[in-house]
């Protein structure tokens, strides 16, 4: 669709190829379409991006702003578009500004306990690395081994230790940030505490590329914890009783670091993806972990399983047994996604309502006939149902309304409770629309105050997270 | 001084007393001059206020804006007037909103491990109540007995025990606040996990009463930990040699919940005022603290102390003892502020400067000839340089030129070691000249265009922070 006068393309490429001085810039229609999309999520993308430019340096991502500014083209920040929440998927004649190529772990400081890491750094290989000084990184999300460090911070993403160790929030000391107007600034520092300034490091946590592109992130690593850690297993005849129970242990003082609950039907696809047998006596499986363990919070958390109904226990200290235990979390989601099309959800309650909130997801399961396999971060109240559904022949992507109406009661029902519709994938473009009422209207004003003040122009991931 | 057309005072105090429906307004001048200055720290309010509000309830705070609107008063927000970097003294002509008598704890739920209180619940009986539902409250700070949630929540107020638990930014999860414009709105939730909107709560925390009025804090409790808590004191040759330690301590995986520092001269100020006798073999002293231990954890941290420097280590886990330690550290502040007028100093460095920092200290009191005591949450990088001096008869409140000059010298030279010059006492009018040096200029532009987002007329505690 041409405008009566538009830049022609050639133009807006050729400017561009002169502000990127180092990074690639790549317009083929093949690369494009196969680049339009994020790995996972639903597929909300609306067109073919006009370049996907992969960074190399600040100067390349300042660049590219530079060009988006002067033809006002949007700008879709991504690393290695594993969002669940359609966060990073293209907008039709937008660039797409990869950093995954500035992947260089710049620091690690054994002292400060303290890491500096350009965006596109993997989860996983921050964490390696920082083994090896006796420190680990502790926010671990499902992609852990697929996902980056500037992308887990655009998302404040979480995982299943969570519960003792935080968020991606949590260790976050300091940012710096391309900011749309071209200049880069520097958040936080890497002090451990820091009273001074309005904390903007937060802001920018958790903001998904609407208000600047993160260009190196410094965060907290913590030592690898001293004594033994206990990996365990515990049955329950459902999701409700288990809840109760985790509840209790995460109140106790027992400081677990794990606490993963997954429901009868996630189990049964478990059993049949591992060929284990878990099923057989289990309405919910709970995977705990204890990590610094004494005496008396491994005897606390067994009291507390044995009172709230947990059957067959089975703990180990061996590193090859809990490996194998970790695994099964792990493999639960292909398991799931396995059965057919679906789509993953993600809040949280309050630790009190979680039991409730499982009862609700069940009812509204059995209500519409639908498939919704729970499992998530029980510990934290966060939940994520997959609901699972087979595909018609009329080849369709669209999501089936029986689906879409279990969305809305459940997060109404979430949101009910006291919750949230987001506990750690974010909002993107599946759950932008749902601002005002999970927000308010106060609050969903000054959001775009907030953006108006960063992105003037409204160049940065338009129409995500906020909008 | 009056304009040319005023109101007159009477005029204004009539409109606050209709906006104010339950609050106590005070305008007597006795009454205004006691409550000029914050308790604490260098006196530097410029006059009297116009009236000091005792509000009781939202709709009060929400009546005092309206008259400082309406006539462009300033209003200076406090609680208990405790801040130790003038946060809460008089501007000349202000109206102080005191919320120090909206002081109920609303709810503690155990499930839930949150409490929601209103800004005037004194840090000490919410930790008190929280300790009868098997929680506590963590942040800790020196103020504990006299300061309120709500002042802590405002300046990002940290503690003892901020090494392991985090400081009030990390206890925080949701707030309440009244705006500028009097709208009431509610920000975060009591959800453990929350990645929906933008991370209002934190741009709120730590921002000193310069964006909006706290009306409402839910904070989360820790449960309080189970197994031993072993309290000790270790002693050094001198500050460097245990800033080695600690920072080795802190990257073991010991997690220790406590790690304070004392230098000789504190030492020997303590045994003054207990009537002990720890400065005869004492260059420093460290009080330590471990949190649900087991034996790795306590034997490393023997190994390092002992390979450290450490000496006549004492352990213990009998409460008494344990408290009666605590109380040492406590007693601290008043048994230095008894040698005369001072100054005490808040920065926080990365854990490696640590060592660097605390010999800096000692150089720049002995070039000067000062007598400077250092103390403070080592475990953190957060130090507390005491500055005392002996008053001249000129009855002068000045700060003499060499204290000045200490003070310039220690900020820059924990700005140099990448560090900050608030660790834990916020800004206020002492230090709101060093945001340029400290955030550059962007930061510092930035800073102001999201005060006037949120307080345009600039009535909320203005030229405070970072004015």
């Known amino acids: 669709?041409?405008?009566f006068v538009a830049y022609s393309n050639s133009e807006i490429i050729r400017d561009l190829k002169e502000n990127v001085p180092t990074g690639r810039v790549n317009i083929s229609p093949d690369f494009l379409e196969q680049a339009e999309n994020d790995q996972y999520g639903v597929k909300l993308a609306d067109g073919l991006p006009l370049a996907l430019i992969e960074a190399k340096t600040v100067k390349d991502v300042q660049g590219v702003l530079k060009t988006a500014r002067k033809f006002h083209i949007p700008v879709v920040p991504r690393t290695t578009a594993t969002s669940t929440v359609s966060g990073s998927d293209a907008i039709a004649g937008s660039f797409i500004l990869s950093t995954a190529k500035m992947n260089h772990i710049k620091e690690i400081n054994k002292a400060d306990q303290v890491a500096v890491v350009e965006p596109g750094v993997i989860n996983q290989e921050l964490d390696d690395e920082a083994r090896k000084f006796g420190l680990f990184y502790a926010p671990d999300p499902g992609s852990k081994k697929i996902s980056s460090i500037g992308g887990n911070a655009s998302t404040?993403?979480?995982?299943?230790?969570?519960?003792r160790y935080g968020t991606t929030k949590d260790s976050i000391l300091g940012l710096k940030v391309v900011l749309a107007d071209g200049r880069e600034i520097q958040l936080g520092s890497r002090s451990l505490k820091q009273a001074f300034g309005y904390n903007l490091t937060q802001l920018f946590v958790g903001s998904e590329g609407t208000l600047g592109i993160i260009t190196e992130i410094t965060v907290r690593l913590f030592p690898i914890p001293l004594g033994s850690s206990i990996m365990g297993l515990a049955f329950f005849k459902d999701m409700k009783t288990l809840s109760t129970a985790v509840t209790e242990i995460r109140g106790s003082g027992a400081y677990p670091s794990m606490l993963e609950a997954l429901d009868a039907d996630t189990v049964k696809a478990l059993d049949k993806y591992e060929g284990t047998h878990y099923s057989e006596n289990a309405g919910a499986m709970l995977i705990l972990r204890l990590d610094s363990s004494n005496d008396e919070m491994l005897k606390t958390t067994e009291n507390i399983l044995a009172k709230r109904g947990g059957q067959n226990l089975q703990l180990t200290t061996d590193p090859k047994e809990a490996a194998a235990i970790t695994k099964l979390r792990q493999d639960m989601l292909p398991a799931v996604f396995a059965n057919g099309q679906h789509v993953m959800e993600d809040m949280a309650v309050p630790l009190s309502k979680l039991a409730e909130m499982m009862d609700y997801i069940k009812?509204?399961?059995?209500?519409?006939?639908?498939?919704?396999?729970?499992?998530?971060h029980a510990g934290d109240g966060n939940v994520h149902p997959t609901i699972v559904w087979t595909k018609t022949d009329d080849d369709s992507d669209d999501i089936p309304d029986a689906v879409q109406k279990a969305l809305q009661l459940m997060f109404r029902k979430a949101l009910k409770l006291g919750g949230t519709i987001s506990g750690e994938h974010a909002v993107g473009l599946l759950k932008n629309q749902w601002n005002n009422e999970e927000l308010g209207d106060d609050v969903d004003m000054i959001q775009h105050q907030i953006k108006a003040l960063f992105d003037p122009m409204n160049i940065l991931n338009p129409k995500r997270k906020i909008d």
Chains 1, 2 share one sequence.
């Not at 404040?156 to 519960?163: F, I, L, P, R």
């Not at 009812?363 to 998530?376: F, M, N, P, R, S």
């Open 156 to 163: 404040n993403a979480g995982g299943m230790s969570t519960v």
């Open 1 to 3: 669709m041409n405008k």
């Open 363 to 376: 009812k509204v399961a059995d209500q519409l006939h639908l498939e919704i396999y729970t499992a998530g």
